[in-house]
């Protein structure tokens, strides 16, 4: 039962394209959603998003969360081969502090 | 930067031995987890911890495994009796707010 699925599973673009991967859920209690960059080995965070509407900026990446449709997007700009990696989706939701369940992530690779 | 921190970073064990994980989480944090990725696959969550106990759990975290925070800032996995399956990258996190933190993870080959 998938209860986070991200698309597409796997890009490949050359460097300077732009790449939207793509995140639906469907979980109880949603808290926020995360976005996690997985290239050797840890997950490193990259966004919270809790709010519809508002999109998140760190550099060339943006992400947006739509809570009606249970939905967000991750942009990725004039992309370099630096940023091939697993990107990973986790809604965060439950009691208390809540869990993360993650995606199987949208493997990215960018060719120079 | 305050990082959550693993040791070993590769544990090598026979089937059937005991092993244990070692986290560090950030300091202020009140909320850590255990989290696996078995190679090739998505990264699963095993179970949660906070105040002292276990606030939540999934099925794969049966019997065979446990967490403790002995001594206020390790946190520790231990799996009993490991099995070729458990061969995987295990990693920890520890949450504040509502943003949690990956350690670098541990990898276990069970042999």
């Known amino acids: 039962e998938d209860k986070v699925v991200q698309s597409p599973l796997s890009l490949v673009v050359h460097e300077g394209d732009t790449v939207t991967l793509n995140c639906s859920y469907e979980?109880?209690?949603?808290?926020?959603l995360l976005w996690y960059k997985q290239e050797k080995k840890a997950p490193t965070f990259l966004f919270m998003l809790t709010s519809s509407g508002i999109e998140k900026k760190s550099g060339r990446l943006s992400s947006i969360l739509d809570k009606k449709e249970l939905f967000s997007i991750l942009n990725i700009t004039a992309t370099q081969t630096g940023d091939s990696a697993i990107y990973l989706c986790?809604?965060?939701?439950?009691?208390?502090?809540?869990?993360?369940?993650f995606g199987k992530g949208t493997k990215l690779s960018v060719k120079p | 930067e305050p990082e959550v921190t693993q040791t070993p970073s590769h544990q090598v064990t026979q089937m059937g031995q005991e092993v244990i994980l070692r986290c560090v989480p950030i300091s202020n944090h009140l909320y850590f987890y255990w989290y696996r990725q078995i190679l090739g696959q998505k990264v699963e969550f095993l179970v949660s911890?906070?105040?002292?106990?276990?606030?939540?759990k999934s099925e794969i975290f049966d019997d065979q495994f446990s967490v403790e925070r002995p001594d206020g800032s390790n946190f520790t996995l231990k799996i009993r009796s490991t099995k070729l399956e458990d061969s995987a990258m295990y990693f920890c996190?520890?949450?504040?707010?509502?943003?949690?933190?990956f350690g670098q993870g541990t990898r276990l080959t069970v042999v």
């Open positions: 996190a520890s949450k504040w707010e509502r943003s949690a933190f």
């Open positions: 911890f906070y105040n002292n106990e276990i606030s939540e």
């Open positions: 979980v109880t209690n949603f808290r926020s």
């Open positions: 986790a809604p965060n939701y439950g009691g208390s502090q809540g869990n993360l369940i």
